[in-house]
């Protein structure tokens, strides 16, 4: 299905242990999940790369009789216009020094799931690209003097997919509401592992 725009990305913290999603203070939120809204001036781009392989033509009998299918490996190249410095801290693995309040590198990657929100070209449907496990890199910042103009230095991530039992094993899962199938609340519990709808709390 062709897509235009990029409407949402929600992000949440996994315990590495567990594989669900962690809640709270040394999560993302109360709830877990972090929608990067447009408060926080929303994401400019999510482009998912690596989806598949191409495979390799296997020869028998002088004829191609086959094609290998090697996995692939998505990797997500991102660029969020104002995360909040914490989360930002957080999701590639820094840890905070309680006396000089400092966010150095822990030496360990923290699981991240992530829910990418698109539409349909005629926007009548909602297209979603769901990674339930997976490492965030920072791997540059780029800052530069103001001139005449501002010269931002957004926070440019990449994300690299690992399998997700949720998913037997694969890295990512594709949704849209055009499938009969499709239950919002379903998909969020299957990405974010953990999660609880507030509509079926009592």
Do not use: C, H
């Amino acid at each position: 299905m062709a897509t235009v725009g990029l409407k949402l990305v929600t992000l949440a913290l996994k315990d590495s242990e567990t594989g669900k999603i962690i809640a709270g203070e040394n999560g993302l939120s109360e709830n877990g999940l972090l929608p990067i809204t447009t408060q926080m001036w929303g994401t400019k781009t999510a482009n998912i790369t690596n989806i598949q392989e191409n495979g390799a033509i296997q020869y028998g009998n002088n004829v191609a009789v086959f094609v290998s299918t090697p996995k692939g490996a998505p990797q997500v190249a991102l660029d969020f216009n104002k995360l909040p410095f914490e989360v930002t801290q957080k999701i590639v693995g820094r840890k905070q020094d309680p006396d000089t309040g400092a966010w150095v590198e822990s030496g360990k990657r923290p699981s991240v799931a992530m829910l990418i929100e698109s539409e349909s070209i005629d926007r009548m449907n909602k297209v979603y690209y769901g990674f339930g496990n997976g490492t965030m890199t920072q791997a540059s910042i780029n800052n530069g003097t103001d001139t005449n103009a501002e010269t931002l230095a957004t926070d440019a991530l990449n994300y690299q997919a690992l399998s997700t039992p949720e998913f037997n094993g694969e890295m990512l899962a594709m949704y849209s509401d055009v499938s009969k199938a499709f239950n919002e609340a379903k998909m969020k519990q299957q990405v974010f592992a953990g999660y609880v709808d507030p509509a079926s709390k009592s």
